[in-house]
Structures are given as C-alpha cells and as structure tokens.
C-alpha cells in the first residue's frame, strides 16, 4: 500500500519554486537597504510604520519583471 503513488512533484512545482525563493530576497533586500539607509535617521513608530510599504514595494520590483516575461526564464532553466 503506497500511499503517495498518485503524488507526484511535476515540473510545474519547480517552475514555481525559484521565482519564489527571488520574491522572498527582493523584498528582504528592500527591507534592508531600507535599515540601511533610514533606520536610525527615523523614530521608531514611523520606522515600524513604513516596513509594510518598503516590502509591498519590493514585491512590485519583483512582480513587474515576472510579468514581462522573466518567468519564462525559469521555465526554460528546468
């Protein structure tokens, strides 16, 4: 009795993965560069205010090139 025989990890899981994994640096870059740059010039309210913004921002940065084709490279790497 296999109870995994119909779960099978097909390429459109891998296809999936890296594009990921970029969202998640891109928006931990934005937030960093943010500290970087603002983090001790800011009080601190305004600081933890403005963190949800700085990675919403780093979420478009990532999602204007997956949608003028940089997916597509991904799919050509697998």
Do not use: H, Q
Request: glycine share 10%.
């Amino acid at each position: 009795m296999d109870i995994f025989s119909g779960l099978s990890i097909g390429g459109s899981l891998l296809y999936f993965i890296p594009p990921m994994l970029l969202l998640l640096g891109v928006m931990v870059a934005c937030v960093a560069i943010y500290k970087v740059l603002l983090g001790n010039i800011l009080p601190t309210k305004v600081y933890n205010l403005l963190l949800g913004p700085i990675a919403l921002l780093g979420f478009f940065i990532w999602a204007i090139p997956m949608d003028i084709g940089f997916y597509e490279f991904f799919r050509a790497m697998f």
